[in-house]
């Protein structure tokens, strides 16, 4: 089967460093996405790992280990605007490897 | 500006109504799809398309319809719409991932749709 689990609810404070962790058990594997998306709004790309490793970008970094199973989503010098859901996603062989299996996501509250 | 538009954003109707929300995208991408997003349960899919006339049935197909005639658009349509399709639905699109490959072909979504069936 195709599962992914996310905690579904974090808290932190600003400019605090937040991890949300992310594993799957998916049926084939080719590269894994994180999302953000605020309240009614649209999911945007953060972040992709198809490798295993850190990927970084500004105060956002992605980790991945295929082997395990498991990614994570950093961020560092939270802010305020930072309060939102994270989604992570795999994207599997199916739809000529197009489809994306999304988690349940994560909900992140950041307090001042 | 590339991006994916949706149509109506918010639409309030009535049990057995049908109704169509439109999605079109200028990114000439070929892969499209339908999700709808529900508390607890996340992003689901409704329907896909690889590429024009060329449509498929994702996890929760039942009670929808899409059809593929141009690239650029992919309306979703509920031919009897019922209040357990209250729901926020999103069109996103891409260019084909391909196997085991180390592109991004991220999928862009549009703005969402906020769907009440009364």
């Known amino acids: 089967g195709q599962n992914i689990d996310q905690p579904t609810e974090m808290t932190a404070t600003e400019g605090a460093i937040v991890q949300i962790n992310c594993t799957y058990q998916t049926s084939g594997f080719n590269g894994l996405f994180w999302y953000q998306q605020h309240a009614g709004e649209a999911p945007t790309f953060l972040s992709y790992n198809v490798l295993d490793g850190l990927e970084e970008k500004g105060r956002f970094s992605s980790f991945l280990s295929r082997s395990k199973g498991y990614s994570y989503l950093l961020l560092k010098e939270l802010q305020m605007k930072d309060s939102a859901s994270y989604l992570c996603?795999?994207?599997?062989?199916?739809?000529?490897?197009?489809?994306?299996?999304f988690g349940k996501g994560t909900t992140l509250s950041v307090s001042s | 500006e590339a991006q994916v538009t949706q149509n109506p954003r918010y639409l309030i109707t009535v049990t057995g109504k049908k109704l169509t929300v439109t999605c079109s995208q200028n990114?000439?991408?070929?892969?499209m799809s339908w999700y709808r997003q529900d508390p607890g349960l996340g992003l689901r899919q409704i329907y896909y398309?690889?590429?024009?006339?060329?449509?498929d049935k994702g996890d929760v197909p039942e009670g929808y319809k899409v059809s593929r005639k141009e690239k650029r658009n992919f309306p979703l349509i509920l031919e009897s719409p019922s209040p357990n399709q209250t729901s926020l639905y999103f069109c996103?699109?891409?260019?084909?991932?391909?196997?085991?490959?180390?592109?991004?072909?991220?999928?862009?979504f549009g703005p969402g749709t906020r769907l009440t069936v009364l």
């Open positions: 398309s690889m590429n024009v006339e060329v449509t």
């Open positions: 996603a795999v994207r599997g062989p199916n739809q000529a490897g197009t489809a994306l299996i």
């Open positions: 996103a699109s891409s260019q084909p991932g391909g196997l085991a490959t180390s592109s991004y072909n991220e999928q862009f």
């Open positions: 990114m000439n991408h070929e892969y």
